[in-house]
């Protein structure tokens, strides 16, 4: 399984559509909105990029499919930027 750090634009609401979020989520975030959009960054463990695209199209029906960052392979923790959620599995730094 790799880890994939990747962005992506959604309508105006940032939550997901279902809750908990799948547990291949290793954390996502919100990180601005525009007129009618918001731009969310994710962190989530998947075998390739489509099972990404999956992970997206799952939390976030309304996605139109485009990336804002091509998704790309990152084995560490996003930073302090980007805090463990909660309901987050422990990153691998953390034990």
């Known amino acids: 399984m790799k880890r994939w750090w990747f962005s992506w634009t959604t309508g105006e609401d940032a939550r997901p ?3 908990p979020p799948d547990e ?3 954390g996502f975030w ?5 007129d009618d959009y918001a731009s969310l ?3 989530a463990e998947a075998p390739n990029a489509e099972a990404v695209a999956d992970l997206v ?3 976030w029906p ?13 084995p560490d ?3 302090d930027r980007f805090p463990r959620p909660e309901w987050a599995p422990a990153w691998p730094h953390e034990g």
């Not at 919100?30 to 525009?34: F, P, T």
């Not at 309304?62 to 990152?74: C, L, N, T």
């Open 62 to 74: 309304e996605w139109d499919g485009d990336w804002r960052i091509e998704p790309s392979v990152k």
């Open 41 to 43: 960054v994710g962190w």
């Open 17 to 19: 559509a279902t809750w």
């Open 77 to 79: 923790p996003p930073g």
């Open 24 to 26: 291949a989520w290793l």
């Open 57 to 59: 199209r799952a939390g």
């Open 30 to 34: 919100c990180s601005g909105y525009g």
